[in-house]
Nanobody, 124 residues
Framework: VQLQASGGGLVQPGGSLRLACTVS????????LAWFRQAPGNEREFVAA????????AYADSVKGRFTISRDNAKNTVYLQMNRLNPEDTSVYYC??????????????????WGQGTQVTVSS
């Protein structure tokens, strides 16, 4: 399984970006797909996750109400729509996949596959 992340860039505070993560292999319904982020000097932190077959969505408190995770089954792609961005959202964003949904979705150690990361910079 390979994950290809894209969509990062430079955006002004208050702006929006949409990240995409394409999964190379088929995505059984119980897959967990997640976004994490890592700023310089910080640990990688959970942002959002979903169960590919539906029914499970989760967000970090810091992004709830601003970010939305979604999927396109036909394109084997998971998205992260990021609105009302602020400078604290500046990070490298990574997508991750796990073969089976877990209630421990916030932990990086739970994920089997990782994308290469895409830089998001929020600055005026």
């Amino acid at each position: 399984v390979q994950l290809q992340a894209s969509g990062g860039g430079l955006v002004q505070p208050g702006g929006s970006l949409r990240l995409a993560c394409t999964v190379s292999a088929g995505t059984p319904s119980d897959y967990a797909l997640a976004w994490f982020r890592q700023a310089p000097g910080n640990e990688r932190e959970f942002v959002a996750a979903l169960r590919w077959g539906g029914g499970r969505y989760a967000y970090a408190d810091s992004v709830k109400g601003r970010f939305t995770i979604s999927r396109d089954n036909a394109k084997n792609t998971v998205y992260l729509q990021m609105n009302r961005l602020n400078p604290e959202d500046t990070s490298v964003y990574y997508c991750a996949a796990r073969i089976r949904w877990t209630t421990n979705y916030r932990s990086t150690s739970e994920y089997d596959y990782w994308g290469q990361g895409t830089q998001v910079t929020v600055s005026s």
